[in-house]
């Protein structure tokens, strides 16, 4: 995780953070699906690509992918992250500035979901290694980029997608997301506002905000 950070620097004039990736130090298998999206996916959106029985690696490699995503869509993983941004979002402000506490608080979110991931790996395949599983998804990166965890790997990488959630939760919690209903009925036919004479039925729209569910129940 180390080569992430180390180029961070502050703009003493303007108190913007920059990142200059290096591509030093030992990075985690955030920072390696990071490194890969600079491919583009002429493809469009795929699910993951099995290539099992070919040989004991792929076998290997499928089962890992596997667990990933039944890892990522679990409702624990879901509720960790949530908590993460309970406890964080009230730093973000919604403006272009990047402060430098954005970097330590991401660096903490990435470490934890990577620490979070390799344990629940560790517990779902007896002989996981993490470094293994890093030198195959090195050899498979060309194949990793049309797949549906891949991007799911990459969001949890992405600094202005970490952002994004940060500053959408901290919106929910504090002045909470405003939700239309809108009523659909039809209403009387008036002759005289049809240009062509035609008749046909008006909509009438009836739309109304409606809390949201957090301030239904009076939190």
Known sequence: MAGRYDNMEEDKDEGQVEECIDGQGDDGFLDMV??????????????????????????KFDTVIGAL??????????GMQETFAD??????????????????????????????VERRLKEAISDFSMQAF????SAREEEMQSTDVFDMLVSFADFDTFK????????????????LAVNVSQVA??????????EFPDLNLDITPVPSPKKIAGT
């Open 164 to 179: 994004d959630i940060m500053l959408s939760h901290k919106h929910q919690r504090h002045g909470g997301s405003v939700q």
């Open 69 to 78: 995503e039944d890892i990522m869509m679990d409702a624990e993983f879901q």
């Open 134 to 137: 890093m030198e195959m998804l």
């Open 189 to 198: 036919i008036h002759r005289d506002e049809q240009e062509d004479g035609e």
């Open 34 to 59: 990071d490194d890969f999206d600079e491919f583009e996916d002429e493809e469009g959106d795929v699910s993951i690509v099995s290539m099992g029985g070919q040989n004991e690696d792929d076998d």
């Open 87 to 116: 406890e964080h979002c009230a730093a973000f402000d919604d403006s272009d500035e990047n402060k430098l506490v954005y970097t330590d608080i991401f660096k903490k979110y990435t470490q934890l979901v990577e620490g979070y």
